[in-house]
């Protein structure tokens, strides 16, 4: 069983030099944990610090506190040459449309540069590539195209063999269909969903559509302002919101449903600075919200969340563990 | 620019149709090259002085460097079709001799340019941080002084000669190609797919081989084809001031200078070789300009 | 009277590469003040439908048969100043990606006076989008991202338009700001009383904001009907498809999968013959390649384009009425054509 632990995590970015030098914080404190075989998801919009998740997830961005361990292995403390041996068990799938295939490599160029990268031979490699794209879907005749000669569907496609052709345990999946057209994400969505029976690939998913995470994930982390504001089950977190955010999200999806008219008016303001960072837009602030930043209350089975109003209904997480009992299954 | 791309300045037009208005790939910046007059004209040109470099020796009809005295200052004639210069030599033979010393020289001067600017730039831009830093404050040193003026002090260093005249202008011009080839390598490393080919494993030289290096080949092939003309141009003028090849060797910047002190008496004579250098620089701008709409029909490069 | 009736509307962009019918024989009405929902994939020519009223079709696109009136006035082969006014007046535009369609070197005050005229109170035209006046001296770039669509929905409407075209109005933008911004544009519509064009491949926001509903496939219409009949029985096999595909909120691998359609979008440039539906369809028959279906109108102005509406009955897999809505996707139709996310 592969396990994936961030621990604490938080990264910071600095800008500027000499003058008007500043620094975002874009993740903060957060521990998760993906094992191989399952889904967690992650939920929030942009700026909430999930593709920086993304990044230190797959050790291409280094934490600034806190640590990433895969199995116990801290890739940071390997050298270079030994952290590029932990990503062969370690893959990531962009988003369609941020150009994550080189417009000047053909499709089998692409899905076998993985493959040259980690020494196989040629002669196996015609083979493997050709099972890889085969097991996303894609015909053989598509191994000589550029990526301008497909459709955005079969793109995404050959993104995802590229990241499995390793045979890795995880795979970290950043909006797998947010710029796919409706019938071909739930294409994409239904293979996601096999490839995992077939395979038992764990998977990091990441999006901003509600309804993806819940579609496919496990477990669930919505963030707000690099802070994971609420985690657990996904289908209880998503069904049975407890933190305001996370109610927020929910009412703001929109299913089909012609009787119903718009959502309710969200509130939309930047995050607070100070305490906890959704005070500014939450109907049921108290003046303590905007003081403390709130810590981890459990919520009932496996579930927590950073908002005083679970205060009295739950315990006080512990926030350091190495097992967070929100994660842990 | 075809008529097809113009339209997708309208947003939301190009995303459902670009692709079917923009051809990519070799074929489609063939055709739309093919399609662009002026640069059909500069590809005309560059392959007149390419030949006239490459067999001008043979095509000449005069020794270039020995004339018949009695023979000078004469105009056009069915003998002499440029004329003759000073000394009696037949301008057209010295402008066929000439065209070699300048394209070559020229086309040395753009390949250690090109070689020099793109190890800067690649390394600063992949690299980023102090390496970055450092590459980038030695080219603002260098930027810092007018090419020619920087020229013509390490000449004044180095010594007169054309070969040393070469290593001036290499020196001298390097550093603003350096900074737009890191400023593309800086939107290449930004882009997903290079993150996506760190997860497949693969090396930092290993990923500049294989993704920085073609996504930058195209601003590489335009900005040296605009180069080759600017360093003709460079080294007529160092030529005319005396500093690049000696005399009697034929070179077109020389003929310039030699035609000078004649230019009331005998204006044509300082014309044929600067025409030469006006139509040649002209080839190769139109040229850099029509590769550089046609490999790049987005606009988005250079 | 219609306030704008689109009739026959055929867009052809002769490229390189052939032909290409963005617009294939397009007919609808828009009454005053209805909000009429324009739906389909990538390539379904939705965009282009609304350009092509816009007189905007970019070259080399052209109107080449149909004709389209705004309040009784033909605008197939108006001059273009005509158009202009009608834009600038009478017409106003919402454009998918605000971040683009903003120019990034002018404020949005200045923006605003280009659209309105130079004495317009900026501050009260921010305000009618819930926009506070003193964004106006900013640039785009220093707004977020909701911030700039509902800017560029005050822009559109600066000069009290009847019509308001939105163009994926929310694509750009985030969950919850985007809820925001169709607050903005469904508020702005009562009160201003013009209509509105949406166009989205979202069915979700479409069901949501819209009284009828367009649906467009590869340049064509397949169906057009009010959208509360529409999502309880769609009739065309694509507009059902669609709305299995669409993911509800609750729905889990683990109980019920989602419905993708078979097969590949088709691009424009190779539509099938036939119905252009054919190759993807759960239902094709022999005649679907090869006889472009005619379109079957019904009294109260619905219709769709498919033989088998011909057939007496029964249709496939309507869904039943009484269903609850969240349930609706799950599980998923039987018909194990569809539910197959392989290629052909």
């Known amino acids: ?329 | 620019m075809s008529a097809a791309v113009a339209g997708l300045g309208t947003p939301g037009a190009a995303g459902e149709l670009t692709p079917y208005l923009i051809e990519t790939g070799a074929q489609g910046a063939l055709r739309r090259f093919a399609r662009n007059r002026l640069a059909v004209l500069g590809a005309v040109i560059v392959a007149c002085v390419v030949f006239a470099a490459l067999c001008g020796p043979w095509l000449a009809p005069y020794d270039p460097i020995n004339g018949d005295i009695l023979e000078r200052h004469q105009g056009f004639s069915r003998a002499h079709p440029l004329g003759t210069d000073f000394l009696g030599r037949d301008q057209l033979s010295r402008l066929l001799h000439g065209a070699r010393a300048s394209f070559f020289a020229a086309l040395a001067v753009t390949v250690a340019v090109i070689t020099i600017a793109t190890v800067v730039g690649v390394t600063a831009g992949y690299c980023g941080g102090a390496v970055d830093a450092a590459l980038m404050r030695m080219v603002d040193m260098i930027l810092a002084f007018p090419s020619l003026i920087l020229s013509l002090a390490l000449i004044g260093f180095l010594g007169p000669g054309l070969d040393k005249a070469l290593v001036a202008m290499t020196l001298a011009s390097w550093a603003g190609f350096a900074r737009i080839i890191r400023g593309q390598v800086l939107a290449v490393r930004g882009r997903s797919f290079i993150e996506v080919a760190e997860c497949a494993g693969g090396t930092p030289l290993g990923i500049i081989l294989r993704h920085v290096l073609p996504n930058v080949s195209s601003t590489i092939v335009v900005l040296a084809t605009l180069d080759i003309g600017g360093n003709i141009l460079a080294l007529a003028g160092l030529s005319f001031l005396g500093l690049g090849l000696r005399p009697p060797a034929p070179e077109w910047g020389r003929m310039l200078f030699d035609a000078k002190p004649y230019l009331d008496r005998q204006p044509l004579e300082m014309f044929v070789p600067g025409l030469a250098i006006a139509i040649t620089v002209l080839g190769f701008n139109l040229l850099g300009d029509g590769l550089r709409d046609a490999l790049d029909p987005s606009g988005e490069a250079v | 009277m219609a306030l704008l009736e689109v009739r026959h509307l055929t867009t052809v962009f002769r490229t390189p590469f052939g032909a290409v019918r963005a617009c294939d024989d397009v007919s609808f009405d828009v009454a005053p003040g209805e909000v009429l929902g324009i739906v389909g994939e990538s390539g379904s020519g939705k965009t282009l439908t609304a350009l092509s009223v816009l007189g905007l079709v970019p070259p080399p696109g052209r109107i080449e048969a149909g004709s389209i009136r705004f309040a009784g006035e033909e605008l197939v082969g108006t001059p273009e100043a005509r158009l202009r006014r009608l834009r600038g007046r009478d017409i106003g535009m919402v454009f998918q990606d605000a971040g683009r369609a903003l120019d990034p070197v002018h404020t949005i005050a200045s923006q605003l006076r280009e659209a309105a005229g130079k004495r317009a109170d900026v501050a009260a035209l921010l305000g009618r989008v819930g926009l506070d006046g003193r964004l106006a001296s900013r640039y785009p770039h220093e707004l977020s991202g909701g911030q700039r669509q509902r800017a560029m929905i005050a822009i559109a409407i600066a000069r009290t338009p009847r019509l308001v075209i939105a163009d994926e109005p929310t694509t750009a933008v985030d969950s919850i700001s985007q809820v925001q911004v169709l607050h903005e544009l469904a508020r702005i519509q009562r009160e201003l009383g013009c209509a509105l064009i949406v166009i989205s491949h979202n069915l979700g926001l479409i069901s949501r904001l819209a009284d009828r509903v367009l649906v467009m496939y590869l340049g064509r219409v397949m169906e057009q009907n009010a959208v509360r009949p529409f999502v309880a029985g769609p009739r065309h096999p694509y507009a059902r498809a669609l709305l299995a595909a669409t993911p509800a909120l609750d729905l889990d691998r683990r109980t019920g999968r989602l419905a993708g359609i078979r097969g590949l979008p088709a691009r424009m440039i190779e539509v099938p013959p036939g119905c252009p539906f054919h190759p993807r369809c759960p239902d094709a028959e022999a005649r679907c390649s090869v006889e472009v279906p005619a379109w079957r109108a019904h009294a109260d102005g619905s219709g769709a384009a498919c033989h088998l509406l011909d057939a007496p009955a029964p249709l496939p897999s309507p869904v039943t009425p009484g269903q609850a809505q969240g349930e609706r996707f799950a599980p998923a139709p039987p018909a194990a054509e569809i539910a197959d996310g392989t290629l052909p």
């Open chain 1, 1 to 329: 069983m592969t396990r994936l632990l961030l621990d604490n995590v938080g990264k910071t970015f600095r800008a500027g030099f000499l003058f008007g030098r500043h620094k975002t914080e874009a993740v903060r404190d957060v521990t998760l944990e993906v094992r191989s075989g399952e889904t967690v998801g992650i939920l929030g919009e942009s700026g909430s610090g999930k593709s920086t998740l993304v990044r230190l997830a797959a050790f291409l961005l280094r934490p600034t506190t806190g640590s990433v361990t895969l199995d116990g292995v801290d890739p940071w403390r390997l050298a270079a040459s030994a952290r590029r041996q932990l990503r062969r068990r370690l893959q990531v799938v962009f988003q369609e449309g941020s150009d994550g295939l080189d417009p000047r490599q053909s499709v089998a160029e692409a899905v076998g540069e993985p493959l040259v990268n980690f020494g196989t031979p040629a002669k196996e490699r015609a083979a493997l590539v050709a099972d890889a794209l085969q097991e996303v879907g894609l015909t053989p005749e598509l191994a000589g195209r550029y990526p301008f000669q497909l459709s955005g569907g079969q793109r995404q496609r050959v993104g995802v063999a590229r990241a499995l052709v390793l045979q890795p345990e995880l795979v970290m999946l950043d909006e797998p269909v947010s710029a796919l057209d409706v019938s071909v994400a739930a294409q994409v969505l239904n293979l996601l969903a096999d490839l995992q029976e077939r395979r038992g690939v764990g998977y990091l998913l990441i999006t901003h559509e509600l309804p993806v995470v819940r579609y496919l994930a496990d477990r669930v982390a919505v963030m707000f302002a690099g802070r994971v504001v609420e985690a657990g089950p996904a289908g209880e977190v998503l069904t049975r919101p407890a933190h305001p955010y996370t109610a927020a999200m929910r009412a703001a999806a929109l299913t089909v449903d012609p009787g119903a008219g718009l959502p309710a008016l969200p509130a939309v303001a930047p995050p607070a600075a100070h305490g906890c960072p959704y005070a500014s837009r939450c109907p049921a602030v108290m003046p303590r919200c905007r003081v403390e930043t709130p810590p981890p209350f459990e919520v009932g089975s496996g579930r927590t969340t950073r908002c005083f109003l679970f205060e009295s209904a739950g315990v006080r997480a512990e926030p350091t563990s190495h097992t967070p009992a929100a994660l842990a299954t």
